[in-house]
């Protein structure tokens, strides 16, 4: 079985309007620029959208964002993207915050087969709303579900042609527990290898949860806040 | 006087102690790792992957995938590791962090903490804060005691929670403060503030007992 | 005539498709690795941590650090990747593994399956076939068809369940069932074996329609 | 902060009577030899164990069973322990068998302060009797509950004066769940390295979770079952 497609646009094949989506990344960092950037010529819309974060204004996922092809977003946090604010706060856009350790968990739970588990986050909050709630160790939680998607898609410093995966530095954040959560889970590398290459004891992804993978071109990798120390 | 930012995060500081795990928030926590004291070693983590934050990168070795949890470029120490943000919040949840450092619009004197909405002006979201304010075993709130001259310092929030009963200790430009069973307890207060000063620009219950010393700067 | 272990292992190689991702099971299921189809690519998954099994080590490959779930020393294959029990069975759990083949002490017409006691006289714990048969997509028992005589191919079990209305086929000595709404129903026969012979060892419905084929092993 | 300690015998210290300890290892394979060694020759009673299996008759945790220092165990598998079995069929030892796949989600759980979660496997056996049950996805769950530890003890490949961790091939198994849930987590490992050793993109136990740590000694690493192919 050939995981290996040739591109973003070869690996998009089958998304269609109205479907959930995962994307990895956390801010900038990680994101999934080739298929983002290939959606973002696609007519395609009313996407769930699920990741941490939306992009900037004009980058990752807020070009998405900005050419109205996101439904609803379900993410943790908002940050300093004006124009998912802006189409928060007019409702134009749906917009379910979750917790962040929450939203980390409910995928890594999607992926393992877990439907539904207890955490202590949000309780007592607009979050635990309509959530049940029972105490353990003198302590209250809600109930969370876990969240699955007709695609995920990530992105990996390398990968192998057996769809094995290995993040750099905080790059994994999203990627590695989406990867397990896609019905198909596509994969952008900056580095494909073949099977054999990548050490089997520090595979971040084993493979068996990727279905397409492809060799991602021309990485921006922009960068938020660039903060420096001086050097004396 | 009233402290500045730097001020504020240099007290905080002083709550450290040597083999701490730390998460440090936006804004003013952030700040505290420039302060740790002498001799005291402590981990910083990050929420979105990193354990063992280290300085700032020479502007030659900012990367784009090494990043902290405020988005800023960051490099990592020896003994660092990298991870999800399903391991990481595992380890916040699990109560492997030692102490939680992060801001808030407000504080209750119950420990409630609202930090992420302002209902119809300004939504950024919960982030990693709603996870670490219920999990952690050691909570300081960093933050200005008011804003335009209004307490932030309740008997009850007014904006939507980050977390109930949660706060253990404040940190402000006027004033460090316990939260006990009782509400608030005056501990310190800015040098040159006086106790007045921060009665007045407390709302919420605050106990007074004794002498109140000026902090250590 | 019944076939033996090893000619049930190669039936059940039949049912591989390419790409597959397959556990199997201690005993006549890890046989299954030796007959697999030319010109297929499957990978076998062992629930301690492995994707990716290789055939046994050559004496002077033997490593401690790497066995299989049934405890024998394995090799792993290119692409193969190590991770932790919880990995391991996040990715059973969560529908990733696309075939289980496992071994059973009886199976009923509806599809239970009881494989890991004998009240009074044999525990062997249920390892991970639990977790194995609740999850897997498709799951396929390897067994005799009767012991010391005794129907193995039950209406309902004896023994305490495995798992309840999970086994979609059943390979035995001498026959292939495929476990329907409606019961066992007879799809192969073992070479010079009788419908009347398989009947006669079957105690759960059997449904035989038509002209049933001999196995191809 | 220093989490090195000398040897087995100054990394037990505190562990006494009817402590629950989680011990690594799937088989005999990555179990923590130094401490279950030095464990077998105290007088230390009424544990209650919580490991994969139970060793075989005269090495890994056999030795504490023969020594019937172990009050209760909890396994899936006692597989080919004649001691185990005995004492089980008696009576003279509590069994708590529990499908593995759920026993590594209870301490994952457990470490990752996740007090309860819905999972399939076992219901409809007698290990969801007395259980909750609810339908997900068409299909029944049983809840199930963290685990945690006074003691989780840990075998390792290489570990740093950090406490991180990296296991090597099969011998990851319980281990690296293991590490966090133990309030007091023992890791022995057969090479210690300084900080800084260890690239930190493939670390497998993050040292937060590792608050003692040495370097084993006389490894025998036994092996239950050595299949091998002959060489033509």
């Avoid at chain 1, 959208?49 to 980058?59: E, H, L, M, P, Y």
Wanted: contains cysteine.
């Amino acid at each position: 079985m050939n995981k290996v497609v040739k591109n973003a646009e070869e690996a998009i094949k089958g998304i269609s309007d109205n479907m959930t989506i995962m994307f990895g990344g956390f801010g900038l960092c990680g994101i999934p620029e080739n298929v983002i950037n290939i959606l973002a010529t696609t007519s395609i819309k009313g996407i769930i959208c699920i990741s941490n974060n939306c992009g900037v204004d004009d980058f990752g996922l807020g070009k998405l964002l900005k050419n109205k092809q996101i439904r609803k977003m379900i993410a943790s946090y908002v940050g300093e993207n004006s124009e998912f604010e802006r189409q928060l706060l007019s409702g134009e856009i749906e917009v379910d915050l979750i917790p962040q350790g929450t939203l980390a968990e409910r995928i890594r739970a999607g992926g393992a087969g877990i439907p539904a588990f207890y955490v202590p986050a949000g309780y007592g909050t607009e979050v635990a709303i309509g959530k049940e709630a029972r105490e353990y160790n003198g302590k209250m939680h809600i109930l969370e579900h876990g969240l699955t998607a007709d695609y995920a898609v990530v992105k990996a410093w390398k990968g192998d042609t057996q769809g094995n995966l290995i993040y750099k530095y905080t790059a994994s954040n999203f990627n590695n527990m989406m990867a397990t959560a896609g019905k198909i889970t596509i994969a952008e590398v900056e580095e494909l290898v073949p099977a054999g290459s990548l050490d089997p004891n520090f595979i971040h992804t084993p493979g068996v949860f990727v279905q397409r993978i492809f060799q991602g071109v021309n990485y921006e990798k922009r960068i938020e806040q660039i903060t420096v120390t001086k050097p004396n | 006087m009233a402290l500045d930012k730097n001020q504020i995060a240099k007290r905080i500081a002083q709550e450290l102690k040597d083999g701490y795990y730390v998460n440090l928030g936006i804004g003013i926590p952030t700040l505290v790792a420039n302060y740790v004291p002498e001799g005291i070693e402590v981990t910083l983590q990050s929420e979105n992957g990193l354990l063992g934050i280290g300085p700032f990168p020479h502007p030659d070795k900012v990367d784009a995938d090494l990043i902290n949890a405020g988005k800023q470029t960051v490099t990592y120490v020896d003994g660092a590791s990298f991870f999800d943000s399903a391991t990481s919040f595992g380890m916040i949840r699990g109560g492997h962090i030692d102490l939680t450092i992060l801001g808030a619009f407000e504080v209750s004197e119950e420990g409630d903490i609202a930090s992420w909405k302002v209902p119809g002006k300004l939504v950024k979201g919960m982030g990693g804060a709603m996870d670490l304010v219920a999990a952690a075993k050691n909570i300081i709130v960093a933050m200005q005691h008011t804003n335009k001259g209004a307490s932030k310092i309740l008997k009850q929030c007014t904006l939507p929670l980050t977390g109930v009963k949660c706060v253990k200790k404040v940190v402000t430009d006027l004033a460090v403060l316990d939260i006990t069973p009782q509400g608030f307890k005056l501990i310190e207060r800015a040098p040159g503030v006086t106790v007045q000063e921060i009665i007045a620009a407390t709302e919420g219950k605050l106990i007074v007992e004794g002498d109140i010393p000026e902090m250590n700067i």
